[in-house]
């Protein structure tokens, strides 16, 4: 990675899933020292603060089928233009979450500077789904789809335009819990899912050589969309929707460490803290120090 200012922009977006705690995502992975972490590493740094999101006990539900969809435009466009700003002046955004719903904005103000976006959906969850295929009703599991141009208007045309990217241009690593109606998706516009299956017989390095050559093929930019669930649970329990047998702490960093390498990275999110139900902070060090690979960190 180039030593590009960077500018944090916290998101503490929890209209997105139905376990509480994770608006305060944000917080915790500052106050693992993550500004401090990338000025040892030398870089300039300025934190925005957070984007303004109203708290769900203030607002209406909605369709149940589409939970609070209208709210969750309104601050992903507020996020899209604050990640667009950043962009203008030439800063790397680092966007601190919050649900992965917020990736519908972050996406959308990323990919508007882009011909040709590439992205890194790092995550147990492919976030496919529509107001139709929904097993909850939760947007949070509809951003990638909504990138990709597919689901409600709204949230498709967050921006103003879309699609923000091409399936041809996504690559998922991690994935290991699909719903059928995500599972048809993928298979209908071709996308690449590296699955744990094929992390657990290729073996990190090969999953992320591949990956990282599918991203940078024919795009002008990158953006990472890391869910903290990715992870294993034992090793980033604060998360809302743990899902048993995922990538190591140490594979992870590996997949950081070679993004880093590459050179290919122009932006990313990190999402799905939830304080709440970590331990001792946990699962926002573990957001930090992963960061901290991504931004160029070495052992020697």
Known sequence: MSKQPVSVIGMPMDLGQ????????PSAIRYAK?????KALGYEVED??????????????????????????????????????VIERKRFPLVLGGDHSMAI??????????????????????????????PSGNIHG????????????????????APKVKPENVVMVGI?????????????IGLKVFTMHE???????????????????????????????????????GVGTPVPGGITYRESHLALEMMSESNLITSAEFVEVNPILDRENTTAKVAVALISSLFGKKIL
């Not at 139905?18 to 995502?25: A, E, K, Q, S």
């Not at 990956?211 to 649970?233: E, F, M, Q, W, Y």
Request: proline share 4%; glycine share 12%; charged share 20%.
């Open 18 to 25: 139905g376990r509480r705690g994770v608006d305060m995502g």
């Open 34 to 38: 993550l500004q401090a972490t990338l």
């Open 48 to 85: 925005l603060g957070d984007i303004q999101v109203p708290s769900p006990e203030s607002i209406d539900i909605g369709d149940n089928h589409l939970k609070f969809l209208s709210p969750i435009c309104d601050v992903n466009e507020a996020l899209a233009n604050a990640v667009s700003a």
């Open 105 to 134: 904005g972050t996406i959308a103000g990323v990919a508007k500077h882009y011909n040709n976006l590439g992205l890194i959906w790092y995550d147990a969850h492919g976030d496919l789904n529509t107001g139709d295929t929904s």
């Open 142 to 161: 509809m951003s990638l789809a909504a990138s990709l141009g597919i689901g409600h208007p709204a949230l498709v045309n967050v921006g103003g335009y």
């Open 176 to 188: 290991r819990e699909l719903d059928k109606g995500e599972q048809e998706i993928a298979r209908e």
């Open 199 to 237: 992390i657990d017989r290729l073996g990190m390095a090969r999953v992320m050589e591949e990956a990282l050559a599918i991203v940078g093929k024919n795009t002008d930019g990158v953006h990472l969309s890391l869910d903290l669930d990715g992870l294993d649970p034992k090793d980033a329990p």
